[in-house]
Structures are given as structure tokens and as C-alpha cells.
């Protein structure tokens, strides 16, 4: 009977041992694979709770994914199997080698999404890495209760270690926008030209810099350089006194930061390409989108200029209450009452052409 017992002992131990391995190998494929998407998903969002948040009610299967719904099934599990947690264990053991067998062929196929390795999501990854292994130390007793808990709060754990790592990030970055404040107001000799709406932000950009390129030493944001930090690192690493033009580009969210762009950039030259709805739900309301993108206006100085489009309903009321050195363009000559400063005429658009081509003309 003793020996029947400790034999009975033995198999059930190797047993055990011999799931948590497999389990755990399974478990970390696939943990690795939900970092890294939510890294990635943080990063494109800019690390702003706003955007994430505004995403999440669009796509709510972000956070309350099928992997949660099976996990919180498990949590609810576990207080009814108590008598016999070997059974309970099992489930969950098949739960993670279903989980981690979908990762790995995600893998196979490629379709596993990586953030872009930046300093600040080498930091990010990390503190989060670190961590994660830290807890699965320190709970490895109970091992696959603390795997399903886990499951469920590995988005608020996440955003967690964001809020961590943003601590030095914001002494970082106050320093290098006051350090690229400085630069630029050494530049005497430097036009910096702003362009900011709700559409046709990057196209303005490379057209202008297309035309003042071609007879003066011009300098333009690089493509998806549109935010506070961005202009700022662009200012401190390839700007210097050669470069008569800075074309712009100045990115919006919310109230307050183009204004914060433009007390880095100091713009000569304010260009409002248009207005509609775009991220309506982070700015809250119309009027705070029309606010938003006015303030790159009231950043000019009292000699500076600024340009308006004269098609877009909202750009035409800003035009109408701006009393600095302003034009306005369009498609036609006038523009209600208004005589447009700059229009395009001889529009043609060919049968196979992708765009159609336009010639323009100024008012004297």
C-alpha cells in the first residue's frame, strides 16, 4: 500500500512538473506575441491615453479580446473546482497550448506586429519585460491562477509601465524643446512656415518645399514629423544656418498644441489648409477643432502672413476675423465677395491621368 502510494506520488509530481513546463512555454510564446501588439498599438498612438482610449471604443476587441473572455471563463472556473484543482489546472494547460499553438503560427505566417525599437520603447519594453517576469517570480506558486489573472489585466498592466517610463520622458523632453527654442532663436536669418488643418497638411508641405527648394536652401518636417516632440528633435538635429526655409508641419489632437509647435518654431508664415470633423472625438466639440487650428495664426507676428483656404467654410470665416497680413486661395477667382489671391485656372484632368494638372496665377 506505502509503496502503491508514494508510486501514485511520484507520477502525479512528474505529472504536474511536466504540465507547468509545457504550459509555461506556451503561455510565454504567447504573452510575448499580446506585448508586443499592445507596444505596438501604444507607440502608433503617439502614448496618449486620449487616442488610445478613443480607439478602444471603436475597436473594443483591443482590450476585451476572446483571449480575456476564456480567461475570465477560467477565473470563474477556478471557485467551483476547488475540490479537484488538478482538473482545473488541466484546463487551463489546454487553454495556453491552444493560445500559444495560434502565436506560434501567427509567427509562421509573419502577422505578429512589432512595435519600432526607439529608445523610449526600449525603455518601455523593458520596464515591461522586467516586470512581467518580476510578478511570475513572485507568484509562481500558484503559477496558472496567476497566468489567467494576468490575461485579464495585461492592459492596465501595460499602461502602467507606460505611466512609469513617462516620468524621465517628460524631464526629456522638456529639455529638448527648450533646447530647440533656443536654436531657433539664433536662426535670424531662417523663414519658418507653418502648416497646419484637419487634411492636406503633408501635400501643402512637399509642394512648397518642391517650389522654394529649387532656389534657396530649404528644410522641411520629415513624413509623420508633425508633433511637439518631433519638431523639436527635427529643429536639433538638421537645422542650422544654411537653411533660409523650415516648412513645417504642425499635428493636432486636442487644444494647445499647435500653439506649443509654434512657441518652438516662431512661424513667420501661417498656412491653414482646411477644417472638417477629423478627430472629433478628441477635441470634444467643432468649435475646439476651429480654435485648435487657429492658433498656428495667432502665433504670427504682426508682420507675418497668413494664408487661408478660401473652399473650406470654416477657413473662410477665419480669414474674414484675421486682421494680420492674410491671402486666400481657391479654385475660382472670387470666393463669394472676396477676390482670391492666389486661383487655379486651365484645370485639366486626362482620361488616364491620376491627378489632373492646373496652372496658377497670383494677383498683382
Known amino acids: 500500500m506505502a509503496i502503491n502510494y508514494i508510486n501514485h506520488c511520484i507520477e502525479t509530481r512528474t505529472y504536474f512538473f511536466a504540465l507547468l513546463g509545457i504550459t509555461l512555454l506556451f503561455w510565454f510564446i504567447h504573452f510575448v506575441r499580446r506585448t508586443m501588439f499592445f507596444l505596438y498599438f501604444w507607440q502608433i498612438k503617439e502614448y496618449r491615453t486620449d487616442r488610445f482610449i478613443e480607439e478602444v471604443k471603436r475597436r473594443k476587441k483591443i482590450v476585451f479580446s476572446k483571449f480575456s473572455f476564456l480567461a475570465l471563463l477560467a477565473f470563474l472556473l477556478y471557485f467551483v473546482s476547488t475540490q479537484d484543482s488538478s482538473i ?19 509567427l509562421l505566417r509573419r502577422k505578429w506586429t512589432f512595435p519600432r525599437f526607439t529608445k523610449k520603447m526600449l525603455l518601455f519594453l523593458l520596464l515591461t519585460l522586467g516586470l512581467e517576469f518580476f510578478l511570475l517570480w513572485r507568484f509562481s506558486s500558484n503559477f496558472f491562477l496567476f497566468i489567467v489573472v494576468f490575461e485579464l489585466l495585461l492592459p492596465v498592466f501595460i499602461f502602467l509601465c507606460l505611466q512609469i517610463i513617462q516620468i524621465p520622458v517628460i524631464f526629456a523632453k522638456r529639455r529638448i524643446i527648450n533646447k530647440a527654442k533656443a536654436k531657433i532663436k539664433k536662426l535670424s536669418g531662417l523663414t519658418t512656415i507653418g502648416i497646419t488643418g484637419s487634411y492636406g497638411k503633408t501635400s501643402t508641405k512637399e509642394i512648397l518645399f518642391a517650389l522654394l527648394s529649387q532656389k534657396n536652401e530649404t528644410i522641411k518636417t520629415n513624413v509623420h514629423v508633425n508633433t511637439e516632440m518631433g519638431v523639436a528633435q527635427t529643429v536639433l538635429k538638421f537645422l542650422d544656418k544654411k537653411y533660409k526655409f523650415f516648412v ?21 508664415i501661417g498656412i491653414l489648409t482646411g477644417i472638417n470633423k477629423q478627430h472629433l472625438a478628441l477635441f470634444g466639440s467643432q468649435d475646439n477643432i476651429i480654435q485648435a487650428k487657429y492658433e498656428l495664426i495667432e502665433a504670427l507676428p504682426k508682420d507675418g502672413l497668413a494664408v487661408f483656404n478660401g473652399d473650406n467654410k470654416y477657413c473662410l470665416e477665419l480669414y474674414k476675423k484675421t486682421n494680420k497680413p492674410k491671402m486666400i486661395y481657391g479654385l475660382q477667382e472670387k470666393i463669394g465677395s472676396i477676390n482670391s489671391d492666389i486661383w487655379a485656372e486651365n484645370i485639366k484632368i486626362e482620361k488616364d491621368a491620376k491627378i489632373g494638372r492646373a496652372s496658377c496665377r497670383e494677383r498683382v
Open 88 to 106: 482545473w489546472i488541466s484546463i487551463v494547460a489546454l487553454l495556453y497550448a491552444i493560445f500559444g499553438t495560434y502565436s506560434i503560427f501567427l
Open 248 to 268: 513645417c508641419e504642425m499635428a493636432a489632437y486636442k487644444k494647445g498644441e499647435v500653439k506649443a509647435i509654434s512657441n518652438i518654431v516662431q512661424p513667420k
